[in-house]
């Protein structure tokens, strides 16, 4: 089991960056990939990057390649979403969420594959 804690939210202006983290409990962090969604009032949550269990391989979605980066440091059983360049199309609710994949370099890019999420942080984008 691992529960998850995302942060680093707020108000920026477009243009502006952000980095969110997530972090999480437990030993086994490092056998979990972990991605972001985000959900914009109104919207259906969608995908916005996935990083697997080693941290070797990555995947995005087309409206943030480019601006965003998803990272992770194993030591500290945290995930960054490190974003640049933010647009007020980007303005949401920002989840992490973990699925158990030990030593696989798959990155699900869709909700249904992963079994724990955080709470949410908002991201706030004023134009």
């Known amino acids: 089991q691992v529960q998850l804690v995302e942060s680093g939210g707020g108000l920026v202006q477009a243009g502006d960056s952000l980095r969110l983290s997530c972090s999480a409990s437990?030993?086994?962090?490092?056998?979990?990939?972990v991605a972001w969604f985000r959900q914009a009032p109104g919207k259906e949550r969608e995908f916005v990057a996935a990083?697997?269990?080693?941290?070797?391989?990555?995947d995005y979605a087309d409206s943030v390649k480019g601006r965003f980066t998803i990272s992770r440091d194993n030591a500290k059983n945290t995930v960054y979403l490190q974003m640049n360049n933010l647009k007020p199309e980007d303005t949401a609710v920002y989840y992490c969420?973990?699925?158990?994949?030990?030593?696989?370099?798959?990155?699900?890019?869709?909700?249904?594959?992963?079994?724990?999420w955080g709470q949410g942080t908002q991201v706030t984008v004023s134009s």
């Open positions: 437990g030993p086994t962090f490092k056998n979990f990939a």
């Open positions: 990083i697997s269990a080693s941290g070797g391989f990555t």
């Open positions: 969420a973990a699925d158990f994949k030990p030593l696989s370099p798959v990155v699900p890019t869709t909700e249904r594959r992963y079994d724990h």
